[in-house]
């Protein structure tokens, strides 16, 4: 499965962005899903995961309660809409597709740039 992630930005502290991953070579469905970031002198960490069919959500704890994962099978497409956004939430953001696990994955896209002004 080949993925692309867009919609990263420049937005100021209190705003919203909403990433998008979309796939193509093998249906979504077979996928779970998940998003990480990695920022400048950082190790790449885990924000959030969906799983096949969307029911089951994670989050990793700095991003409860302001971002939300989603996905449509049907348009072979994940989102991460993302509230209330923080200077620290700057980082590149990555989309990846596992056919089973959660925190770790097979597959991953190339990257897109969010940077949270104060």
């Known amino acids: 499965v080949q993925l692309q992630a867009s919609g990263g930005g420049l937005v100021q502290a209190g705003g919203s962005l909403r990433l998008s991953c979309s796939a193509s070579g093998r249906t979504l469905s077979r996928y779970v899903m998940g998003w990480f970031r990695q920022a400048p002198g950082a190790e790449r960490e885990f924000v959030s995961a969906i799983s096949k069919s969307g029911t089951s959500t994670y989050y990793a704890s700095s991003v409860k309660g302001r971002f939300t994962i989603s996905r449509d099978n049907a348009k072979n497409t994940m989102y991460l809409q993302m509230n209330s956004l923080k200077p620290e939430d700057t980082a590149v953001y990555y989309c990846?597709?596992?056919?089973?696990?959660?925190?770790?994955?097979?597959?991953w896209g190339q990257g897109t740039q969010v940077t949270v002004s104060s």
């Open positions: 990846a597709a596992d056919p089973t696990r959660i925190y770790t994955y097979d597959y």
